[in-house]
């Protein structure tokens, strides 16, 4: 096999640069156009990826890195992982990923400690794998005839089960990659890339002995390309000298996020993850030519740290960011120019030392009253009824929304008439609610682009952009603002449409936050300062908000935080003190809360009950909780969960209308778990990406099945 090239990226984003993928998946849902049409949209995506790679000078190309949905998702297809309930749907891959109108879609949460989504493979013990490499077969064609070679990306066998829960099955699978290996030398490919990032985590000697057994089975095959294993997020630790002991040509390290590795590993080419592909800002040249210059391999890569998945394309469309912020700047394609300039770089001399940051005093957790005293005061004051009906916060965006809000920043639409359009959609759906017969209303947040960057363009320190979308799961895409400077709150942000929706109703109505652990979470952060001083500094301006809806008379607040578990770190060592200082910050944010305001707080899609302590000590008074969409595998945990629990029965990321009758076997499996004092009932998540249609039909589902439970409690 050809030495591997002297500088490459893991992947690169594949949403498009003006989100072209976006559109044409939506376009394809609803039936406005082809398959064949999507396939188009695809195609030109991957071919513009791979023209602009070389024309940057990148060495090494990946491809099938493009995916239509999800890239474990992928996987599933490619090993023939398809459960039989899904192989009569006229779509079995979208049947999977987004359900049909009788058919729930599988499970979907987060991928490792990112923001992205990923669906989980369900692979049970009948489970039959088959292979299909139609798609990197496919892709390594296309762009074999555009003039490139590629190296084909795949999820390895290893991450793959252990996302499944299937480790057992291993060496059934391993056939199909064995397969998928011939089938690629065949082609004629030289390297393909073998994508492990689950080695980053703590793990057991049975699941090390898995890796071992799977890369000398691998290795050991007569025809195949050169092995390249990726690993990101984090040290290989205890999996490295394992991985190094197998026949694998090529490691992947992450040395950004974690460190250079003392271990000899010559006659291994090592690919060095030395320019981030987490965050947004230019990688010190310095830095990174120390870690490239104390790797001791037979030869170095430089590559980025994990794929450009994760941030936007191009900094240079962002005209309308401070020139002095976005000099500082890397987006997709500035860091793959920095990757090149630094595999041009000699590896030599000594960088100066970076500057030490002095780590902020302990910051005690800010609480109030005990639950119990705040319980008898909220419940004597608000009056609710037992199991009482809420949503999570967004009700449908419509595109009459968004084109007011594009025409106000356009300046065709007064700052007044855009006013008076969100006040009409606020009583929309305050009338929705009320008709329906909910019992803790929102107002919709139709004033909200996003639940992140909506505080972010409200608070000093942050910066937004107007192209720099990152997928989060399918269609789905985000723009993740920039936390560039100290945070603080100049005025209130909410209160505004707090409290004209609590105007038009005698049923209380939530003031709707986001928690400072995911505005932080979800914005590219500044890198000068720990990451947990940070989130203080934006926990105070939370704060400020909290009293004021309060002093405004807004009697519930609901202080997001589905990013809680998300930045939990990967391995358990550092799990403690995250989870200490994390905690800690939520109850900071809500400590202006008196006894009768009741705060609710939201965790969604990210294996929440592997942290219940930690959210239990969020000391929030009301939890509502992903569940529907996951089975309802979190009652398995909360029996000792102390306060109100919403554990979702209506999964909102699927088009489909549960029934009344699905709905009410969800709402008992809860009630044999906790008391009917302390459940709730709301969707898994918000409501923004469906339609009324959907909405107004699966809540009135939800409402009809509450009020048979209703019926059979004592009177």
Same mark, same amino acid.
């Given at each position: 096999?050809?030495?591997?090239?002297?500088?490459?990226?893991?992947?690169?984003?594949?949403?498009?640069?003006?989100?072209?993928?976006?559109?044409?998946?939506?376009?394809?849902?609803?039936?406005?156009?082809?398959?064949?049409? #999507?396939?188009?949209? +695809? &195609?030109?995506? *991957?071919?513009?990826?791979?023209?602009?790679?070389? =024309?940057?000078? %990148? /060495?090494? !190309?990946?491809?099938?890195?493009?995916?239509?949905?999800?890239?474990?998702?992928?996987?599933?297809?490619?090993?023939?992982?398809?459960?039989?309930?899904?192989?009569?749907?006229?779509?079995?891959?979208?049947?999977?990923?987004?359900?049909?109108?009788?058919?729930?879609?599988?499970?979907?949460?987060?991928?490792?400690?990112?923001?992205?989504?990923?669906?989980?493979?369900?692979?049970?013990?009948?489970?039959?794998?088959?292979?299909?490499?139609?798609?990197?077969?496919?892709?390594?064609?296309?762009?074999?005839?555009?003039?490139?070679?590629?190296?084909?990306?795949?999820?390895?066998?290893?991450?793959? #089960?252990?996302?499944? +829960? &299937?480790?057992? *099955?291993?060496?059934?699978?391993?056939?199909?990659? =064995?397969?998928? %290996? /011939?089938? !690629?030398?065949?082609?004629?490919?030289?390297?393909?890339?073998?994508?492990?990032?689950?080695?980053?985590?703590?793990?057991?000697?049975?699941?090390?002995?898995?890796?071992?057994?799977?890369?000398?089975?691998?290795?050991?095959?007569?025809?195949?390309?050169?092995?390249?294993?990726?690993?990101?997020?984090?040290?290989?630790?205890?999996?490295?000298?394992v991985l190094a002991g197998t026949p694998v040509e090529a490691i992947g390290m992450d040395l950004v996020r974690g460190g250079v590795p003392g271990a000899d590993l010559t006659g291994k080419t090592v690919v060095a993850g030395v320019v981030s592909g987490?965050?947004?800002?230019?990688?010190?040249?310095?830095?990174?030519?120390?870690?490239?210059?104390?790797?001791?391999?037979?030869?170095?890569?430089?590559?980025?740290?994990?794929?450009?998945?994760?941030?936007?394309?191009?900094?240079?469309?962002?005209?309308?960011?401070?020139?002095?912020?976005?000099?500082?700047?890397?987006?997709?394609?500035?860091?793959?120019?920095?990757?090149?300039?630094?595999?041009?770089?000699?590896?030599?001399?000594?960088?100066?030392?970076?500057?030490?940051?002095?780590?902020?005093?302990?910051?005690?957790?800010?609480?109030?009253?005990?639950?119990?005293?705040?319980?008898?005061?909220?419940?004597?004051?608000?009056?609710?009824?037992?199991?009482?009906?809420?949503?999570?916060?967004?009700?449908?965006?419509?595109?009459?929304?968004?084109?007011?809000?594009?025409?106000?920043?356009?300046?065709?639409?007064?700052?007044?008439?855009?006013?008076?359009?969100?006040?009409?959609?606020?009583?929309?759906?305050?009338?929705?609610?009320?008709?329906?017969?909910?019992?803790?209303?929102?107002?919709?947040?139709?004033?909200?682009?996003?639940?992140?960057?909506?505080?972010?363009?409200?608070?000093?320190?942050?910066?937004?952009?107007?192209?720099?979308?990152?997928?989060?799961?399918?269609?789905?895409?985000?723009?993740?603002?920039?936390?560039?400077?100290?945070?603080?709150?100049?005025?209130?942000?909410?209160?505004?449409?707090?409290?004209?929706?609590?105007?038009?109703?005698?049923?209380?109505?939530?003031?709707?936050?986001?928690?400072?652990?995911?505005?932080?979470?979800?914005?590219?952060v500044r890198d000068d300062l720990p990451l947990r001083e940070v989130v203080f500094q934006v926990a105070d301006a939370v704060r400020d908000e909290v009293r004021d809806l309060q002093a405004a008379g807004i009697s519930i607040i609901q202080v997001d935080e589905p990013a809680l578990r998300e930045l939990l770190p990967l391995r358990r060592s550092a799990q403690a003190d995250y989870l200490e200082w994390?905690?800690?910050?939520?109850?900071?944010?809500?400590?202006?809360?008196?006894?009768?305001?009741?705060?609710?707080?939201?965790?969604?899609?990210?294996?929440?009950?592997?942290?219940?302590?930690?959210?239990?000590?969020?000391?929030?008074?009301?939890?509502?909780?992903?569940?529907?969409?996951?089975?309802?595998?979190?009652?398995?945990?909360?029996?000792?969960?102390?306060?109100?629990?919403?554990?979702?029965?209506?999964?909102?990321?699927?088009?489909?209308?549960?029934?009344?009758?699905?709905?009410?076997?969800?709402?008992?499996?809860?009630?044999?778990?906790?008391?009917?004092?302390?459940?709730?009932?709301?969707?898994?998540?918000?409501?923004?990406?469906?339609?009324?249609?959907?909405?107004?039909?699966?809540?009135?589902?939800?409402?009809?099945?509450?009020?048979?439970?209703?019926?059979?409690?004592?009177?």
């Amino acid at each position: 096999m050809s030495p591997f090239p002297a500088s490459t990226v893991l992947g690169y984003p594949r949403i498009g640069p003006r989100r072209e993928l976006k559109r044409a998946l939506e376009s394809y849902w609803e039936g406005r156009s082809s398959r064949a049409e #999507l396939d188009r949209v +695809g &195609a030109e995506i *991957r071919a513009r990826t791979w023209r602009r790679l070389a =024309e940057l000078g %990148l /060495a090494g !190309l990946p491809s099938n890195t493009f995916s239509l949905y999800d890239q474990v998702l992928d996987t599933a297809a490619l090993v023939g992982a398809v459960p039989a309930r899904y192989r009569a749907a006229d779509d079995p891959y979208f049947a999977m990923a987004r359900g049909t109108e009788g058919l729930a879609p599988l499970r979907m949460t987060k991928w490792f400690d990112t923001n992205y989504h990923y669906i989980v493979p369900e692979i049970e013990p009948e489970t039959v794998f088959k292979l299909d490499a139609a798609k990197p077969l496919g892709e390594v064609r296309e762009a074999r005839a555009l003039g490139f070679e590629t190296r084909p990306v795949v999820l390895g066998p290893v991450t793959f #089960l252990l996302l499944a +829960g &299937a480790l057992d *099955r291993l060496a059934d699978v391993l056939v199909c990659y =064995e397969e998928l %290996l /011939a089938a !690629l030398a065949a082609e004629g490919v030289e390297w393909v890339q073998l994508d492990e990032p689950a080695l980053v985590s703590d793990r057991t000697a049975e699941e090390l002995a898995a890796v071992a057994t799977a890369y000398e089975r691998l290795g050991a095959a007569g025809s195949r390309p050169g092995l390249f294993v990726a690993s990101y997020f984090g040290d290989l630790g205890e999996a490295l000298p394992v991985l190094a002991g197998t026949p694998v040509e090529a490691i992947g390290m992450d040395l950004v996020r974690g460190g250079v590795p003392g271990a000899d590993l010559t006659g291994k080419t090592v690919v060095a993850g030395v320019v981030s592909g987490r965050d947004v800002w230019r990688t010190p040249p310095e830095r990174a030519l120390a870690a490239l210059g104390a790797v001791r391999a037979s030869h170095v890569v430089v590559s980025t740290s994990c794929s450009l998945l994760h941030v936007p394309y191009d900094v240079a469309a962002e005209q309308a960011l401070d020139p002095a912020l976005r000099a500082r700047l890397a987006f997709a394609e500035q860091k793959v120019a920095e990757v090149v300039a630094l595999s041009q770089a000699a590896f030599h001399g000594s960088p100066p030392a970076a500057p030490s940051v002095a780590l902020p005093a302990p910051v005690p957790a800010e609480g109030r009253s005990p639950y119990a005293v705040r319980a008898a005061a909220q419940a004597g004051h608000l009056r609710l009824p037992p199991l009482p009906i809420t949503t999570i916060g967004s009700f449908p965006q419509t595109g009459e929304l968004r084109a007011a809000r594009a025409a106000v920043s356009a300046g065709t639409l007064s700052p007044e008439d855009y006013e008076r359009r969100v006040e009409a959609e606020i009583e929309r759906v305050i009338r929705v609610q009320e008709r329906l017969g909910l019992d803790v209303l929102v107002h919709g947040e139709p004033e909200r682009n996003d639940m992140v960057q909506y505080f972010a363009e409200h608070l000093d320190g942050f910066a937004v952009t107007q192209h720099g979308w990152v997928q989060s799961y399918g269609s789905r895409c985000t723009r993740p603002p920039i936390l560039h400077g100290d945070v603080a709150r100049p005025e209130p942000i909410t209160v505004r449409w707090a409290t004209y929706a609590q105007s038009l109703t005698g049923k209380p109505v939530k003031g709707m936050l986001t928690g400072p652990v995911t505005i932080v979470a979800w914005s590219f952060v500044r890198d000068d300062l720990p990451l947990r001083e940070v989130v203080f500094q934006v926990a105070d301006a939370v704060r400020d908000e909290v009293r004021d809806l309060q002093a405004a008379g807004i009697s519930i607040i609901q202080v997001d935080e589905p990013a809680l578990r998300e930045l939990l770190p990967l391995r358990r060592s550092a799990q403690a003190d995250y989870l200490e200082w994390a905690v800690a910050a939520y109850r900071r944010a809500t400590s202006a809360a008196g006894d009768r305001t009741q705060i609710h707080t939201h965790l969604c899609y990210s294996d929440a009950d592997q942290i219940l302590a930690a959210i239990d000590g969020l000391d929030a008074d009301v939890t509502t909780i992903e569940s529907a969409r996951s089975g309802a595998r979190i009652l398995r945990a909360v029996e000792t969960f102390g306060r109100g629990l919403g554990p979702g029965v209506y999964d909102i990321h699927s088009p489909r209308v549960p029934g009344s009758e699905e709905v009410e076997e969800l709402l008992r499996r809860t009630l044999r778990a906790l008391p009917v004092e302390r459940v709730w009932v709301n969707p898994d998540c918000g409501l923004k990406t469906r339609t009324y249609e959907q909405v107004e039909a699966s809540l009135a589902n939800v409402v009809t099945a509450t009020r048979r439970l209703r019926a059979e409690l004592p009177a």
